[in-house]
């Protein structure tokens, strides 16, 4: 199992109060097929979601948890070129994709928080 010191969550959608309203209006009002899956999971249609808080939280007493948007990740993450969303773990050596945005889109791959929390966990103890 890889020791983590950093897990990165990163939505396919940029950050900002003006980017996150013209995506909520793409998705809900114009229907746009702009849907980023991680948001889905971590967001109702007009809250976050109180199971993602905690599962954050709970990751926090372990790792250093950073949520971003594709906007915001750092330049070490940006070299990598990762299709987003993802999550992505850093050890003291290297970037590990934990879930790629194929993971979030094929079937039997996480579509709520629950299933997400239990699947991270999984692929932890079994790279």
Not at 3 to 17: E, R, T
Not at 75 to 90: H, M, T
Request: proline share 3%; glycine share 4%.
């Amino acid at each position: 199992m890889k020791q983590f010191k950093s897990v990165y969550f990163i939505y396919d959608a940029d950050g900002g109060l003006w980017n996150g309203i013209k995506y909520w209006i793409n998705k809900n009002l114009l229907k746009k097929k702009s849907a980023c899956e991680l948001c889905d999971i971590s967001h109702s249609k007009f809250f976050v979601r109180f199971e993602w808080l905690k599962f954050i939280k709970e990751l926090k007493q372990q790792y250093k948890v950073k949520v971003l948007h594709r906007n915001e990740i750092p330049k070490n993450i940006q070299d990598k070129n990762y299709q987003f969303p993802c999550v992505i773990g850093e050890t003291e050596n290297e970037l590990i994709e934990i879930f790629s945005k194929i993971a979030f889109i094929d079937y039997g791959n996480p579509t709520n928080v629950k299933e997400l929390k239990e699947q991270f966990f999984k692929k932890l103890t079994n790279p």
